[in-house]
């Protein structure tokens, strides 16, 4: 009789061990998708345009071949404003009212001054010396990096929106974890923990992305640590629930406890949005200095690529742009005596540099079947587009001198994005070392 009981009960702590959740990725058969806000509005399109302009806009004098390459501007500039209105009314019904009005009117503020652009652009082409059209030109794009950074702002807003709401949907989903672990069907736990495994997963991702794109180390380290602890936590809840189900027993007063420091990480996490994002206001020479400490750190991490033998022409590719980061960031070490023209061009370069990046990584991608991989290399490709689109208005900030560019000076924004890109390739040299 013994030997039956022992039996019985060591079948129920078999059944118990057989249905340990591991790892939520383990619940989820498809992709997590990473919803990319850039998707929803041009704004890559209209930084690219307006790069261009501030570029062309620079000469104290135009002569034939100037007057050329900003000429050459004027298609961008139009065909980044086609596009914007196919998509702002959907754009701007992301927000509420008056956000809303701000974003619609933003884009008639837009469309407004390219066609003030237009017709000074038309006037210098007659007369290429006129000081006054040179200043009208440059009044024009000084108006139209404001417009495009407005969106640019629009999108973080948007961005920050978007967790909010999914907080709202995965906090739902959480608590009908603990609601089917008091039921008698094994099949509805099971699916309500699956849910909720893949609405986690999709939070997770996003407030990491949030987090790669922050240049403040308390917010990032903040946002990432939530990360951790909602993945955690809920894996926790779905293995206690399944516990206590095959035990034959319901959700307790511990599960309820676990329950609510999910629920306790959403407000953690919308807290930490909520922090004002802080305007610096480095001198040139601390810029300078500040590239100098960045060209030390990539330099390192060269050297450290140099160590490895990589194979493949996509990573020969991937540590190409690295050398070549590090090129430019040195450039920028004598950023204090810099020209305009000097400055947008070694930003050009890097954002390039940054483009060629993600696109290796979007090749790791789709050669890799690990999920948990491929949520990283989204997160970190997501980042980069976004330090793309940031170093682009603050090279024209900076050139312009708008105000703007104390929320994201050249160096700040550049450090963000060479952390990122330090840990990609610290992952790519442990990946290929193994």
């Keep these: 009789r013994e030997r039956s009981t022992s039996t019985i009960e060591d079948e129920e702590v078999d059944s118990i061990i057989f249905e340990r959740v591991r790892s939520l990725q383990s619940l989820v058969s498809q992709d997590v998708p990473l919803q990319s806000v850039y998707s929803l509005v041009n704004v890559e399109e209209m930084t690219q ?59 008639l503020n837009l469309q407004s001054t390219v066609k003030s652009l237009f017709n000074t652009v038309k006037q210098l082409n007659a007369k290429p010396t006129d000081e006054t059209l040179r200043e009208n030109l440059l009044s024009a794009a000084k ?55 893949f609405s986690i997963l999709k939070m997770s991702q996003l407030v990491k992305s949030k987090a790669a794109q922050c240049t403040n180390e308390n917010v990032r380290m903040s946002l990432n640590t939530s990360s951790s602890i909602l993945e955690r936590s809920t894996l926790e809840l ?6 206590l189900w095959a035990s034959g027993s319901k959700p307790d007063d511990d599960t309820n406890t676990l329950a609510k420091k999910v629920l306790l990480e959403f407000r953690q996490i919308n807290n930490t949005l909520l922090r004002a994002a802080k305007e610096t206001n480095f001198s040139a020479e601390e810029q300078g200095e500040r590239f100098n400490t960045m060209a030390t750190s990539v330099s390192d991490i060269v050297q450290q690529l140099m160590e490895i033998e990589f194979t493949s022409d996509l990573d020969k590719a991937l540590v190409l742009q690295m050398r070549l980061i ?24 890097l954002g390039d540099t940054l483009k060629k990046i993600r696109v290796g990584m979007g090749a790791m991608e789709k050669k890799s079947r690990d999920k948990a991989l491929n949520r990283k290399l989204k997160v970190w490709a997501e980042a980069l587009l976004n330090y793309m689109l940031a170093l682009r208005l603050s090279g024209c900030a900076t050139v312009l001198k708008l105000p703007a560019e104390r929320e994201m000076q050249l160096s700040v924004k550049l450090d963000g994005a060479v952390i990122q890109c330090a840990e990609f390739y610290q992952f790519l040299i442990e990946l290929r070392a193994s």
């Design 49 to 107: 345009a307006a790069f261009a302009l501030v570029k062309a806009s620079l000469p104290q004098k135009f002569g034939a071949t100037e007057i050329a390459a900003l000429n050459g501007t004027l298609k961008l500039a139009a065909d980044a404003l086609k596009n914007l209105f196919a998509v702002v009314k959907k754009f701007a019904a992301l927000f509420a009212d008056d956000d809303k009005k701000d974003v619609l009117s933003n884009a």
């Design 143 to 197: 108006q139209i990096v404001d417009s495009v950074y407005k969106f640019f702002k629009a999108c973080e807003v948007a961005s920050a929106e978007y967790i909010s709401t999914t907080a709202e949907t995965c906090a739902e989903q959480v608590t009908k974890i603990v609601e089917a672990g008091s039921g008698v069907s094994k099949a509805d736990l099971d699916q309500a923990c699956a849910t909720a495994a």
């Design 238 to 243: 779905i293995n206690e629930c399944k516990k």
């Design 326 to 349: 590090g090129r430019k960031v040195e450039n920028l070490t004598s950023f204090p005596s810099l020209d305009d023209k000097s400055v947008m061009s070694i930003v050009q370069e």
